[in-house]
Every structure is written in structure tokens, then in C-alpha cells.
């Protein structure tokens, strides 16, 4: 016989197993009267089945019942995968050493003997919750941690993957023109060859400064390294960081814009990590974007944030691409964006500083058509 009261999905839920009803009622009684949900069984078969059939937090169980007796009960429990993590509280008139020694035996958590106080009964179960409690979160925390080792383990192998090809590539160009410079007997007429050299080599530790460096913020990312907070002038901010921008924006025949809004608007940033935001959107712009383009920088404030906008008219990105736009590594697999060298860890490295000062970023793109990224922060107010 079974029967069920008080059930909610939020409380903790109780399978009390009694052969006596007027014992059963009155057990279900208190607990419900302490906010927990209830499932009622009088005999062994109907507290398995209902054991099995939904998760419990806790069973107070009789050992005297009409058909197998509680310790089988237990012993089945305990040996079913399922139902075996569920502790058991044995609730019996046997008190002898010997019936509360075989209890704990075979799995059960506590013993309480009849006739029992209401109040140990609650305190009893109370405290049983509660490490129940504590263990799911253990196991919780455990499986993020076990998660979170294998994210890091497939981004250990994925630097490796990257240094050994992206880094060999500079290297090697180092390297041979290097090797060239030593060897040969130049002239005057070879000054051309010489700049030339002296370029590819420039070119190349550049590529290879850049790479560090975005591996190494990841790495902070990942270390969860503190941030240092000062108050500061967005809009100057935004100029300081689009200063050295500029000349490469000319260079490549794009017109760069900043945007101010009317009024001043202070944020609270970590202005070495922040600026790594700005400098990984607007260098992407630049790069993404052909000549004759136009870049707009922009933020906008509202009532408790400010959206920062940096818009294109580069390529564009293609829409099954945008889902995975912020994971590492990843790059946009068309043509026209795997000319364009990268580590595909630029926008990883923007969404990681910006959950970290408590905001976001958003992107929205169509191919050919190019792209706003959105960085929305949180406001401090004006005194």
C-alpha cells in the first residue's frame, strides 16, 4: 500500500515505511508540519517499488513489516545502484545492541527506537538533510571540477597544437633570413634585399609577440587572476585606446571613428585588462575590414550600464559561425577569413574579461555586410 502527501518539488522529499498506521500518520504528520514532502508505505514490497520509481532525500523505515522485514528492505536498497546513495534511518521497537548493530551493517545512517520523541525524530532528520545536502554539492562541485580539467586539458593540447605550428612558421622565417645576413657579402646594391629581410623578420615577431601575448592573457583568464579597479573616464578611455589605431586604419585606407555621447560616463575597470578588449575588437575590425571601409567606435549609457559598439563593414560573419565565435581557438572557416592570419583566441580573451567585470558581449553579423560587437558594463552612478 502506498499514498503520498505534501509533495513539492522544492522540499525535501520522505519515504516513511510503517506497518502501523496510526504510527504512520503521525510521523507524516510532523514532517509535513516542517515543510517536508511525504511518500506513505506499509509494507516492504510498496516502499521498493516506490523507491525505485522516484528519488527520495531520505527513508525513515520500520524494520517489523508484514511481508520482508525492514533489513532486507535496506539490503535490497543498498544493493541497487539506484537506491543505494538514499539513506536509511531505521525506525524500530527493537533495541537491543544487536538489531541496531546489523542496521548500521547494512547501510543505514541512524537507528531511532519506538516509542520515539517527536523532536529527535526531526532533529535526527534534519541533520541527516543536511549532509545530504552537503554531498550533493560536493558531487556538484566535482563534476564542474572534472569539466573544468578537461577544458583545460584540451586547451593544453590545443596551445601545443598551436605553438608548434604557429610558432615554428616565425621561427623558421627568422631563422633563414637570419642565416642569410650572416652569410652574404652585401653591398650597397643589396640594401634593398637587406630592408626586405629585416621586414619579414619584424613581421614575424610581431606575429609571434602577438600570439604570446593573447596565451598569456588565457591564461589569466583561466587563473581567474584578480582585477585592479580604478574609476575612469570611459570616453578617454576609448581615445587612448584608438590612438595607435590610426595610423594602421590609414594605412589600409579605412576611416576610424569614435562616437562620444554627450554626457561624461565612468566605469569601473581594470584598465590594462580593459584595453585588451578594445584592442582585440578594433583589430579585428582592421583586419576584417576591406580598404575603403568604415570602423565606428560608440557607447551608449543607459540607466545602469553602457554599451561600448565597435561596428565594421568588413566581410561579416556567417550565422552558423556565431555560436561558437567566443569558445578558444575557434576561426570563421571561409575563404576570405582564413587568409587573414589569427589564433582565434582575440574574442575568447573579450568575453573572458568582460564576464569579469560583471558584463558581456553580444555580435551581430551577416556575411558581406560586417559586424557589431557589443560590450555592455555596468554603470558607476554619478555622484
Do not use: W
Not at 581594470?270 to 560608440?298: C, M, Q
Request: aromatic share 6%.
Amino acid at each position: 500500500m502506498m499514498s503520498s502527501a505534501g509533495e513539492d518539488n522544492n522540499k525535501d522529499l520522505i519515504l516513511a515505511v510503517d506497518d502501523t498506521p496510526a504510527n504512520l500518520h503521525l510521523l507524516t504528520g510532523i514532517l509535513l508540519a516542517s515543510g517536508y514532502g511525504v511518500r506513505m508505505a506499509e509494507d516492504g514490497t510498496s516502499a521498493l517499488a516506490q523507491a525505485r520509481s522516484m528519488p527520495f532525500d531520505l527513508i525513515l523505515l520500520d524494520i517489523q513489516l508484514p511481508d520482508i522485514d525492514g533489513f532486507e528492505v535496506c539490503r535490497q536498497l543498498k544493493a541497487d545502484p539506484q537506491t543505494r546513495d538514499t539513506p536509511v534511518i531505521f525506525i524500530s521497537a527493537f533495541s537491543d545492541t544487536e538489531n541496531v548493530l546489523r542496521g548500521f551493517d547494512l547501510g543505514g545512517v541512524d537507528y531511532i527506537t519506538k516509542p520515539f520523541q517527536l523532536k529527535e525524530v526531526l532533529a535526527r532528520v534534519a541533520n541527516h538533510l543536511t549532509i545530504v545536502r552537503q554531498r550533493k554539492q560536493i558531487v556538484a562541485l566535482r563534476e564542474q571540477d572534472r569539466q573544468r580539467y578537461e577544458m583545460l586539458d584540451q586547451m593544453k593540447n590545443r596551445f601545443i597544437q598551436m605553438a608548434t605550428h604557429d610558432l615554428r612558421n616565425p621561427l623558421n622565417i627568422i631563422l633563414g633570413y637570419a642565416v642569410m645576413l650572416e652569410t652574404a657579402e652585401c653591398t650597397e646594391n643589396d640594401l634593398e634585399f637587406v630592408h626586405e629581410a629585416a621586414g619579414e623578420i619584424q613581421k614575424s615577431t610581431e606575429k609571434m609577440r602577438g600570439l604570446v601575448a593573447d596565451m598569456l592573457d588565457l591564461a589569466r583568464m583561466e587563473a581567474r587572476a584578480n582585477l585592479q579597479l580604478t574609476s575612469v573616464d570611459l570616453i578617454q578611455f576609448l581615445a587612448r585606446c584608438l590612438k595607435g589605431f590610426y595610423p594602421i586604419a590609414n594605412q589600409k585606407q579605412l576611416e576610424l571613428i569614435l562616437c562620444p555621447p554627450a554626457e561624461d560616463v565612468i566605469v569601473l575597470i581594470d584598465e590594462g585588462r580593459f584595453e585588451r578588449v578594445i584592442d582585440n575588437l578594433v583589430s579585428n575590425a582592421i583586419k576584417y575590414t576591406p580598404a575603403g571601409g568604415l570602423i565606428e567606435v560608440n557607447a551608449f549609457p543607459n540607466q545602469d550600464h553602457v554599451e561600448i559598439k565597435v561596428k565594421d563593414t568588413g566581410l561579416g560573419i556567417p550565422e552558423e559561425d556565431l555560436p561558437r565565435l567566443f569558445e578558444a581557438f575557434f576561426r570563421v572557416n571561409t575563404p576570405e577569413h582564413q587568409k587573414i592570419e589569427g589564433t582565434g583566441l582575440g574574442l575568447s580573451i573579450v568575453k573572458a574579461i568582460a564576464e569579469q567585470h560583471g558584463g558581456k558581449v553580444l555580435v551581430e553579423s551577416e556575411s558581406g555586410m560586417g559586424s557589431t560587437f557589443t560590450v555592455i558594463l555596468p554603470l558607476i552612478p554619478l555622484a
